[in-house]
C-alpha cells in the first residue's frame, strides 16, 4: 500500500504540455511579474528556465494584457539572440513560459560584481544584441525594455534579449504612451510627441555606455531631473573615459545616444542604420557573417563553477513562499471565472515548439495597436527589478498596458491606458 501510494502518476507527454512534464529545480531570478526557476523536461532531459506568473496576482496589478501579449509575441519571434519561448500553458494558478535557459547570469549581475565591462566585451555584446533588435524591427516588433536586467548570457557568454512583457508590435503610426524603464527611456518617450522602434537603439546605447564606464549617462536624483538630463543634459564621458574605451567605441555610444532619430545610429529605414552600424570600423574584430551562427568565442566566458544569480532567490523560496509552486491538475469547472481570469484562460494559449508551427499575430493586431496609442498619457509606476532598487538614481520602470476586454477575447483591445502597478 505504502509504496503504491508514493508512486508518481505515470506523465502522459503525448497530451497537452504541463508542469507535470517537468522536474522542477532552483530558482534562478525575479523580475516585477514573475519568477524563474530552472526545470528539466521528464521525458527530453533538457534544461529550461521556467517563468510563472501568478494569475491573481497578475489580475490584481491589471497585468493580464501584458502577459497574454508577451506569450503571442514571444510565439512569433525566434532568433539566436533572443531568449526563445519552448512552451507555453497554464494551469488554475499560474501562466507558465518555458524559456531556453541562460546560466550565464543577467547583464545586471555581472555589472554589479564587476563594476564595469572591457569595451571589448560590451562591443561583442552590442553586436550581438543589435542584430536581435533588427531582428525585432524587421517583424515590426519593439522591445521598449531593453536594459542590462533584461540581457542575459549563456553558459559560453552569448548575450540574449529577454523579457516581452511591456514590448509591442508597431507600424507606420507613433506611439505615445509611456513604458520602460526610466533611466533607459529614449528622449522621444518623455517628451510625449510620439515614438517608433528608434528608441530601443538609444537603450541600447545607455546599456553600452553604463556596461563600459559602471554609470548611467543621464542620471537624476527625481523623475523629474532624470527626464531633464535625458532630454536636455549634454552627453558627458566620465573623466577616465579614454582609458576604459576608444573613440571608435564612444562614436558609436555617441550615435545611438543621438536625440535627433534621423541621425541615430541603427534608426535609417529599411536596414539601413543596421548596416550603417555593422560597418563601423569600431566593429572591425566582429565577424557578422558567422556572428548569429555563435560561432565566434565571445571574450567573455562566465563561471561555470559559480552560480551566476543571486541566491536570494533560492532562499526566498525555500524560506518564505507559503504556496510553493507544485505541478495540480486542473480543476473540471471552470463556469466561475472573471470576466479576466477567463480572458487569460482563453488568451493564454499553450504552445509546444515540438508540436507546433510558430505563428505570427502580428496582421491582425497591427491596426488595432496603431490606433491604440494616440489615447494615452501620464506616467504609471511598475515595481523596478531589486537590482534597480540599489541605485538612487534607477528612475521607475513604467509600464503601458491595452486594456483586454472580455467581449473581444480574440483580439487586443486598442485603448492604451497607462495602469499604476503595485
Ligand atoms: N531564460 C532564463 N534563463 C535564466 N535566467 C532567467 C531567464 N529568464 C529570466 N531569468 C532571470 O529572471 C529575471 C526576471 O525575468 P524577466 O523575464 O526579466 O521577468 P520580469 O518581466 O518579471 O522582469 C531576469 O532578470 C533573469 O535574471
Ligand atoms: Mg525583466
Request: charged share 30%; net charge neutral.
Amino acid at each position: 500500500m505504502g509504496a503504491l501510494c508514493c508512486r508518481p502518476t505515470p506523465v502522459d507527454f503525448d497530451g497537452d504540455v504541463s508542469l507535470f512534464h517537468f522536474v522542477l529545480l532552483r530558482c534562478v531570478g525575479k523580475g516585477a511579474f514573475g519568477k524563474v526557476r530552472v526545470v528539466q523536461h521528464k521525458q527530453t532531459r533538457e534544461l529550461y528556465a521556467l517563468k510563472y506568473i501568478n494569475k491573481a496576482k497578475c489580475v490584481k496589478m491589471k497585468a493580464v494584457p501584458n502577459v497574454i501579449q508577451e506569450r503571442r509575441l514571444l510565439e512569433e519571434v525566434d532568433h539566436p539572440f533572443i531568449v526563445n519561448l519552448r512552451y507555453a500553458f497554464q494551469d488554475d494558478e499560474n501562466c507558465f513560459f518555458v524559456l531556453d535557459l541562460m546560466l550565464g547570469g543577467d547583464l545586471r549581475f555581472h555589472l554589479e560584481r564587476l563594476g564595469s565591462l572591457s569595451e571589448e566585451v560590451v562591443r561583442f555584446y552590442v553586436a550581438q544584441l543589435s542584430s536581435a533588435v533588427e531582428f525585432l524591427h524587421e517583424n515590426g516588433i519593439m522591445h521598449r525594455d531593453i536594459k542590462p536586467d533584461n540581457i542575459l548570457l549563456d553558459e559560453k557568454g552569448n548575450a540574449h534579449l529577454t523579457d516581452f512583457n511591456i514590448a509591442v508590435h508597431f507600424s507606420e503610426r507613433r506611439l505615445t504612451g509611456v513604458a520602460g524603464s526610466m533611466a533607459y527611456m529614449a528622449p522621444e518617450i518623455l517628451v510625449k510627441r510620439g515614438y517608433t522602434c528608434h528608441i530601443d537603439w538609444w537603450s541600447l546605447g545607455v546599456c553600452a555606455y553604463e556596461l563600459i564606464f559602471g554609470r548611467r549617462p543621464f542620471r537624476g536624483r527625481t523623475n523629474s531631473d532624470l527626464t531633464y538630463s535625458i532630454t536636455k543634459d549634454p552627453l558627458k564621458w566620465p573623466e577616465d573615459a579614454e582609458k576604459k574605451c576608444s573613440r571608435q567605441g564612444m562614436q558609436v555610444i555617441k550615435g545611438l545616444l543621438d536625440r535627433d532619430t534621423s541621425k541615430r545610429f541603427g534608426c535609417k529605414p529599411n536596414g539601413e542604420g543596421y548596416q550603417e552600424l555593422r560597418r563601423h570600423p569600431w566593429f572591425k574584430t566582429i565577424d557578422w557573417d558567422t556572428l548569429e551562427s555563435k560561432e565566434q568565442i565571445p571574450p567573455f566566458v562566465p563561471d561555470s563553477k559559480k552560480a551566476n544569480f543571486d541566491a536570494s532567490h533560492e532562499l526566498e523560496e525555500l524560506l518564505l513562499e507559503d504556496n510553493p509552486l507544485k505541478a495540480k491538475q486542473r480543476k473540471a469547472n471552470q463556469d466561475n471565472l472573471t470576466a479576466e481570469m477567463r480572458q487569460m484562460e482563453e488568451q493564454f494559449t499553450s504552445y509546444d515548439f515540438k508540436k507546433m508551427q510558430r505563428r505570427s499575430y502580428y496582421p491582425h493586431n497591427q491596426q488595432l495597436i496603431s490606433t491604440a496609442t494616440g489615447t494615452s498619457s501620464g506616467i504609471a509606476s511598475r515595481p523596478a527589478t531589486p537590482a534597480n532598487d540599489l541605485r538612487p538614481d534607477a528612475g521607475v520602470t513604467v509600464n503601458n498596458s491595452m486594456e483586454l476586454h472580455s467581449a473581444d477575447l480574440d483580439s487586443i483591445r486598442p485603448e492604451m491606458n497607462e495602469k499604476e502597478y503595485h
